[in-house]
């Protein structure tokens, strides 16, 4: 019997199965969860790569398309995922993040106000936004996980997307702290650089996929999404009971050492 059984566990930003999402997904099945994903801007893309999912092709996990930005798609997630047989959740992946290019690659000092609340919105915001929609299905507790990169230093390149990640942090915090008499957990797993899509497209990133496998404690493969996705899977069982408010990094040791960049 996996940790997750029984579990029903919405998981977002499965793009294809280089995605973080995905393996999320991956594992969360094979733990026993019943899992359901939703899609943007592509549907019918995640609806192919669904079908890579260990439930196979014949019997893929529903999708269902949500624009986190988009309040009518919110408001009416809750029912979509009622007319797909979920009538309640145990657990939320977010795995969502955005910002414009120009907000990103050594731009800080001249990014709009514009780019910037995109950014926020869609990467910091989103997890409030996400986890309310959410709700009205959680009446039992459950568990909201987040993905994140480590926001207590300036990264060269990640530019604002950092500013939200850092925004990310302290949502989750908050949300911590209102949700939890609900029985409701929220954290995050800060994740090492992977050769994820998102990834691929900052300028200059693979400077950072270059430096860390050589100078993690551990090492550091970008390519294996397994032990980022291992620690989500963990976070939204049953095993942690009584944490919340946490971020817990799955980065080959580097945030705990003094290494430069």
Not at 152 to 174: F, I, N, Q
Not at 220 to 231: L, Q, V
Not at 237 to 253: K, L, N, Y
Request: net charge negative; hydrophobic share 45%.
């Amino acid at each position: 019997m996996g940790i997750l059984e029984g579990k029903r566990i919405l998981v977002t930003g499965v793009l294809t199965d280089a995605s973080i999402g995905f393996h999320v997904a991956r594992i969360a099945q094979e733990q026993g969860a019943e899992v359901v994903l939703t899609a943007y801007p592509r549907p019918t893309l995640t609806a192919r790569t669904a079908k890579r999912l260990p439930s196979g092709p014949d019997d893929p996990p529903p999708v269902i398309e949500l624009d986190v930005m988009n309040t009518e798609q919110l408001d009416a997630l809750a029912g979509n995922l009622r007319e797909h047989g979920f009538d309640r959740l145990d657990g939320v992946v977010h795995a969502i993040g955005f910002a414009p290019q120009t907000a990103l690659g050594g731009n800080f000092l001249e990014t709009s106000w514009d780019d910037v609340a995109t950014a926020v919105h869609a990467s910091t915001y989103s997890l409030k936004s996400l986890t309310m929609a959410c709700l009205p299905l959680m009446e039992d507790g459950g568990s909201v996980v987040g993905l994140d990169f480590d926001a207590t230093k300036a990264w060269p390149v990640y530019d604002w997307m950092g500013v939200a990640k850092a925004g990310l942090e302290s949502c989750a915090r908050y949300l911590a702290k209102y949700l939890g008499p609900q029985g409701i957990r929220v954290n995050l797993v800060a994740a090492g650089p992977l050769a994820t899509m998102a990834a691929k497209s900052i300028p200059g990133f693979e400077g950072m996929t270059d430096m860390w496998p050589k100078a993690a404690p551990l090492g550091w493969d970008i390519k294996d999404s397994e032990p980022t996705a291992r620690a989500c899977a963990a976070l939204l069982s049953d095993w942690f009971p009584a944490t919340t408010g946490e971020i817990v990094h799955v980065d080959g040791g580097i945030h705990a050492i003094g290494a430069a960049y």
